[in-house]
């Protein structure tokens, strides 16, 4: 049993003064402040849905998508965390948007963790026609957060449902299933054939907790919930459909059954992506699975999440005063580039008539992807983070990082509870272990993963030294 899964229910009370300039406290205990607001965040039809290898033109909005926000401040310091509907978005558009947020609301830039659902059903947010829209919507959510402060008590916790979890890269004794575009042979597939006769065993573990932070008034009025759990994402969506998959019928789903269908201000229920890099919502032992109606399958989970929270929730207990905080580090990380061999390899493959026989069905989209790289960067900084809520620090990670890094920043985490947001801050492709590196597989091809092998040793050290440093303060 990991150490963040011994408190399923931690339960605190914190409180603020709400003016942007604080008095001295004297005598009198802090008081916590929150507000939450949603903004929307939907692309104009036309814009390519991307998420596939190849992107096709969005022709239906079957449900809009959000920029959700959760501002707090314990009359010292002030945080706020923006869950967007995308695919993940790239910083240059999260700093447009915080240069607007810090300029209009007094909040530092730093203090301000936005990440990505990573829905395979919306469109890119830094395309001309959609960026304006995405950056006004992140301001509006944080600012009419703020707006919406109003005293408040918080708790948190934890709860584990593994029914609809499971990791997507497999062992496989057949060499057919584990080509790679780089002429070779890997020792894992990603997304293997269902039942099929080479699966050996899976090359990674789960996360089944599905962590949550709740807040509400001093009167017990639900104001939000943020949870976090590590499924990459469900599908089951139209071609050419704009949708935010499970991670918006969550949110409605606990907020019905939190009862804060007509509270004021309006209730905020947001679903944050945990570490899922290799996961998904696929059983690839059962042969059997019976086909689910589009969007049937990802309301089914959400509902499942949703209603494992709100048993835990009934469990939580909220007390007092707790400190928030904010860190930010940079990391700089070298960019992969491609051997002789494998220019010469992809050399062969571009010489070829496009119809020509391959031996893998990808090799021509990652030769231009290796191609982009070798003539890229040689290296890249990133943003990493960690917000402290009392005893309980979020991480934040600008990759689809794989679940083992999760569990490994849980276990060695000095705070009593600890998730990781992934996709935060950046969007900058995936985050194997240097272990999964070794035994090959779609996330770790280069132009999949673009940075150094042990980037995900460097990012977890520094995202617990960080942790360590916020614990003393």
């Given at each position: 049993m990991?150490?963040n899964?011994?408190?399923?229910?931690?339960?605190?009370?914190?409180?603020?003064?709400?003016?942007?300039?604080?008095?001295?406290?004297?005598?009198?205990?802090p008081?916590?402040?929150?507000?939450?607001?949603?903004?929307?965040?939907?692309?104009?039809?036309?814009?390519?849905?991307?998420?596939?290898?190849?992107?096709?033109?969005?022709?239906?909005?079957?449900?809009?998508?959000?920029?959700?926000?959760?501002?707090?401040?314990?009359?010292?310091?002030?945080?706020?965390i923006?869950?967007?509907?995308?695919?993940?978005?790239?910083?240059?558009?999260?700093?447009?948007?915080?240069?607007?947020?810090?300029?209009?609301?007094k909040?530092?830039?730093?203090?301000?963790?936005?990440?990505?659902?990573?829905?395979?059903?919306?469109?890119?947010a830094?395309?001309?026609?959609y960026?304006?829209?995405?950056?006004?919507g992140?301001?509006?959510?944080?600012?009419?957060?703020?707006?919406?402060?109003?005293?408040?008590?918080?708790?948190?916790?934890?709860?584990?449902?593994?029914?609809?979890?499971?990791?997507?890269?497999?062992?496989?004794?057949?060499?057919?299933?584990?080509?790679?575009?780089?002429?070779?042979v890997?020792?894992?597939?990603?997304?293997p054939?269902?039942?099929?006769?080479?699966?050996?065993?899976?090359?990674?573990?789960?996360?089944?907790?599905?962590?949550f932070?709740?807040?509400?008034?001093?009167?017990?009025?639900?104001?939000?919930?943020?949870?976090?759990?590590?499924?990459?994402?469900?599908?089951g969506?139209?071609?050419?459909?704009?949708?935010?998959?499970?991670?918006?019928?969550?949110?409605?789903?606990?907020?019905?059954?939190?009862?804060?269908?007509?509270?004021?201000?309006?209730?905020?229920?947001?679903?944050?992506?945990?570490?899922?890099g290799d996961?998904?919502?696929?059983?690839?032992?059962?042969?059997?699975?019976?086909r689910?109606?589009?969007?049937?399958?990802?309301?089914?989970?959400?509902?499942?999440?949703?209603?494992?929270v709100?048993?835990?929730?009934?469990?939580?207990q909220?007390?007092?005063?707790?400190?928030?905080?904010?860190?930010?580090?940079?990391?700089?990380?070298?960019?992969?580039?491609?051997t002789?061999?494998?220019?010469?390899?992809?050399?062969?493959?571009?010489?070829?008539?496009?119809?020509?026989?391959?031996?893998?069905?990808?090799?021509?989209?990652?030769?231009?992807?290796?191609?982009?790289?070798?003539?890229?960067?040689?290296?890249?900084?990133?943003?990493?983070?960690?917000?402290?809520?009392?005893?309980?620090?979020?991480a934040?990670?600008?990759?689809?990082?794989?679940?083992?890094?999760?569990?490994?920043?849980?276990?060695?985490?000095?705070?009593?509870?600890?998730?990781?947001?992934?996709?935060?801050?950046?969007s900058?492709g995936?985050?194997?272990?240097?272990?999964?590196?070794?035994?090959?597989?779609?996330?770790?091809?280069?132009?999949?993963?673009?940075?150094?092998?042990d980037?995900?040793?460097?990012?977890t050290?520094?995202?617990?030294?960080m942790?360590?440093?916020?614990?003393e303060?």
């Amino acid at each position: 049993m990991l150490k963040n899964h011994r408190r399923s229910a931690l339960g605190i009370l914190m409180s603020w003064i709400p003016l942007l300039a604080f008095p001295a406290w004297g005598d009198e205990a802090p008081v916590l402040y929150a507000g939450a607001a949603i903004a929307d965040i939907t692309p104009p039809l036309g814009e390519l849905v991307v998420g596939g290898f190849v992107p096709f033109p969005a022709d239906e909005i079957h449900d809009p998508l959000h920029a959700r926000c959760l501002v707090l401040d314990d009359g010292k310091t002030r945080i706020a965390i923006v869950i967007c509907d995308n695919l993940g978005i790239t910083r240059s558009v999260y700093d447009e948007a915080r240069a607007l947020i810090s300029k209009n609301s007094k909040i530092p830039a730093d203090h301000i963790l936005m990440a990505a659902t990573h829905t395979h059903s919306a469109t890119r947010a830094h395309e001309p026609k959609y960026k304006p829209k995405m950056v006004a919507g992140i301001a509006a959510a944080v600012n009419t957060a703020i707006q919406n402060l109003t005293p408040a008590k918080i708790a948190w916790g934890g709860v584990n449902e593994s029914s609809e979890v499971f990791n997507r890269r497999w062992h496989v004794s057949n060499p057919e299933l584990a080509r790679n575009p780089f002429g070779g042979v890997d020792t894992v597939r990603m997304n293997p054939p269902r039942a099929n006769a080479a699966l050996l065993k899976p090359a990674g573990p789960i996360d089944p907790e599905v962590s949550f932070l709740s807040v509400q008034t001093t009167k017990g009025h639900p104001l939000a919930l943020l949870a976090n759990y590590s499924l990459h994402y469900v599908g089951g969506v139209n071609k050419g459909d704009v949708s935010a998959d499970y991670f918006a019928i969550f949110s409605q789903q606990i907020k019905k059954l939190l009862g804060a269908d007509s509270v004021t201000p309006p209730f905020v229920g947001m679903m944050s992506n945990g570490t899922s890099g290799d996961i998904n919502n696929i059983n690839f032992r059962d042969g059997n699975a019976r086909r689910y109606d589009r969007y049937e399958k990802m309301t089914e989970v959400a509902n499942k999440v949703a209603g494992r929270v709100n048993e835990a929730h009934s469990q939580l207990q909220f007390n007092t005063h707790v400190k928030v905080g904010s860190l930010t580090r940079e990391l700089t990380l070298t960019m992969r580039k491609p051997t002789p061999e494998i220019k010469a390899w992809f050399r062969e493959v571009m010489a070829q008539p496009e119809d020509a026989e391959k031996f893998h069905r990808y090799e021509r989209t990652y030769a231009a992807r290796v191609q982009k790289l070798d003539e890229g960067p040689k290296e890249i900084t990133v943003p990493l983070q960690v917000l402290r809520i009392g005893d309980l620090a979020i991480a934040a990670i600008p990759f689809e990082t794989f679940a083992e890094i999760g569990l490994k920043i849980k276990d060695k985490s000095p705070f009593a509870d600890t998730f990781t947001i992934e996709l935060a801050n950046d969007s900058r492709g995936y985050l194997p272990t240097p272990r999964q590196h070794e035994l090959g597989g779609y996330e770790t091809w280069m132009g999949t993963n673009r940075v150094q092998l042990d980037a995900s040793e460097l990012i977890t050290k520094t995202i617990l030294d960080m942790m360590k440093k916020l614990h003393e303060n």
